[in-house]
């Protein structure tokens, strides 16, 4: 049998490991074939994207209203707001989301909350630092939308205290998977008009206790998967505004927007 010969600075162990390793992943390939991560279109690696669904994803880029984030069509200059921003400013600083909620983000959306892929996680919270606009360097903590402990169960994750995680995992910020709790299990958001979305959410937070000094003076990165109509964050924003925090910004995955305005 040929000898292993080690690369330059390498001994044969370590020559001998890398082989072996290599060995391993060609056998997983074999026997679990890298799938898409949107479609499950076979891929040439795990947790990627193939051509087509990449090609689909829409990110939110500039120019954007300096305060809600939503795209305009054309640059206005720097700090201009959005009619919404000014006839209804948010609860909330800023809020900033990653692409729209189409398509690929869709599906990747629906296999972390959904399937329990929180492999994917990861990969989506890469999307989002790079779309935080200087929000994850200002945080004091980032935390996370609450699920209600019955949803919690039958779900197995909080899809957002995933991304949550690791968003803070990247970005060496402390992460505060305890400060919120929901205190009733609301109705589902999918399909409620924007005033039913927010009547099912009004009062439905709560501080957790003893944690007043985690917010009071504070700046406070709220993470969500989806952003629609702003009902959820706004309620958490409020909660978040009376014990004291000095800034509350909003980060999400995705967001749903017919069109830039």
């Not at 391993?24 to 479609?39: D, E, K, Q, R, W």
């Not at 729209?100 to 892929?117: C, I, Q």
């Not at 959410?201 to 504070?218: M, Q, T």
């Not at 702003?230 to 004291?244: D, H, I, Q, W």
Request: with cysteine.
């Amino acid at each position: 049998m040929d000898e292993i010969e080690p690369f330059r600075g390498e001994t044969i162990g370590q020559r001998s490991a890398a082989l072996a390793r290599g060995t391993l992943s060609a056998f997983g390939n074999l026997l679990f074939p890298p799938v898409c991560a949107a479609c499950g279109r076979t891929t040439g690696t795990h947790r990627a994207l193939c051509v087509e669904c990449w090609s689909d994803i829409r990110f939110i880029e500039r120019p954007y209203c300096a305060v809600l984030g939503t795209p305009f069509s054309h640059d206005l200059g720097p700090d201009i707001l959005s009619a919404a921003a000014i006839a209804n400013p948010p609860d909330f600083d800023r809020l900033r989301s990653a692409a729209f909620y189409t398509g690929s983000v869709r599906n990747l959306v629906h296999a972390l909350k959904y399937r329990d892929n929180t492999h994917l996680a990861v990969m989506m919270a890469e999307w989002m630092r790079r779309a935080d606009d200087g929000m994850i360097a200002r945080a004091d903590g980032i935390t996370a939308v609450p699920l209600h402990k019955t949803r919690l169960m039958s779900r197995r994750c909080n899809q957002s205290a995933e991304l949550a995680r690791n968003l803070a995992r990247l970005s060496e910020k402390p992460f505060l998977p305890g400060l919120l709790r929901r205190t009733r299990r609301t109705s589902r958001q999918v399909g409620l008009s924007r005033t039913a979305r927010e009547d099912n959410v009004r009062g439905a937070f709560a501080l957790s206790p003893d944690s007043e000094d985690k917010v009071f003076g504070k700046s406070i990165l709220v993470i969500d998967d989806v952003y629609t109509t702003g009902a959820t964050v706004s309620s958490v924003a409020r909660l978040l505004r009376r014990k004291g925090a000095a800034e509350i910004n909003v980060l999400t995955f995705a967001r749903v927007l017919d069109e830039t305005i």
